[in-house]
């Protein structure tokens, strides 16, 4: 092959390889400029989508006060909160939301009093929730010694800072209130399928929170006294027909321990707000835990985002 041939097959390959480096960086800066744009595009779905899950929280406020203000002495499940709201139009998108009452759950925080001391009453409806549930009634102990204020470990399936000291990674009893009803999962004993047991039938609120009858589903009364059977709490959600009981203490008294009359009532303060909306492919879903005061004031006392 002659120099002349040599240099022109050189001049091609060249001609070809620089031909693909700018085919490569173009089609680069193309993949960049898409993944930008889809960037771009989702952060501003998810501002406008935090912008309608803030109006949908207002909105539920608005509810929530007009209901105080229709039915101060009761909340019940007929009631104009507890309707679900059908997708809505939106800009771009729909909203949907639901409101639930957090205080028709048992509260895990009433496991113990304000002091941090054990609340016997509370454990013993809890060990009764869990066996309804099919679960290990002694986990009720594993719950308390992670809320309790001491150090000391009181049952022999709890668990305080020796017991996590050994999980990977090690970790601490809280010895506090709880945050998120999953935080059981981190409680000695407790796992992902007992969880999902419990989770439709518990909540955290502050300690003391009254639980309301007239939202208790029949799993919830019946964890209420050993004198309540299943049969006898689905009689119960059938006497309220989804209204609310006319006698409360006429009504359960007989049926549980006089002390645990106390502690029940048909007026709520917390409700669950989840809210979803959906812009086009992006979809974001908001939990608000929902306070209403005696004026009918509402405010968010927790929020999450996605996930609960």
């Excluded at 309707?83 to 759950?105: C, F, M, N, S, Y």
């Excluded at 060990?127 to 309790?148: F, K």
């Excluded at 000695?188 to 039938?201: C, D, H, R, V």
């Amino acid at each position: 092959m002659s120099p002349r041939n040599r240099q022109g097959g050189v001049a091609v390959l060249t001609a070809i390889l620089v031909v693909a480096i700018g085919t490569i960086i173009a089609v680069n800066l193309m993949w960049q400029a898409t993944l930008d744009l889809r960037r771009t595009e989702s952060a501003l779905a998810a501002d406008q989508g935090l912008m309608y899950l803030e109006g949908a929280e207002a909105w539920a406020a608005d509810i929530l006060r007009q209901d105080l203000v229709d039915s101060p002495q009761s909340d019940y499940l007929s009631e104009a909160w507890a309707t679900k709201l059908p997708p809505l139009p939106v800009d771009g998108g729909a909203i949907t939301g639901q409101l639930e009452d957090l205080q028709g759950r048992f509260n895990l925080n009433n496991l113990v009093r304000a002091d941090g001391t054990e609340n016997d009453l509370a454990r013993k409806q809890f060990e009764r929730l869990l066996l309804l549930l099919e679960v290990d009634p002694a986990l009720a102990g594993a719950v308390v010694d992670w809320l309790d204020a001491d150090t000391e470990l009181r049952f022999p399936t709890g668990g305080e800072d020796v017991t996590y000291a050994g999980a990977d990674p090690p970790y601490r009893a809280a010895n506090s209130m709880i945050t998120s009803a999953s935080e059981l999962m981190a409680i000695n004993g407790f796992t992902k399928e007992i969880y999902s047991k419990l989770a439709p039938y518990v909540t955290v609120l502050p300690i003391g929170t009254k639980l309301n009858v007239n939202t208790a589903s029949a799993v919830v009364l019946a964890s209420l006294s050993d004198d309540i059977d299943p049969g006898t709490a689905e009689g119960l959600v059938k006497q309220r027909n989804d209204g609310p009981f006319v006698d409360i203490d006429g009504t359960f008294e007989g049926l549980v321990d006089p002390q645990v009359l106390k502690e029940i009532d048909g007026v709520s303060q917390h409700f669950l707000l989840t809210a979803m909306v959906s812009l086009g492919t992006n979809q974001l879903t908001m939990r608000s835990v929902l306070q209403r005061d005696a004026s009918g004031l509402t405010r968010s006392l927790f929020r999450s985002l996605g996930v609960e």
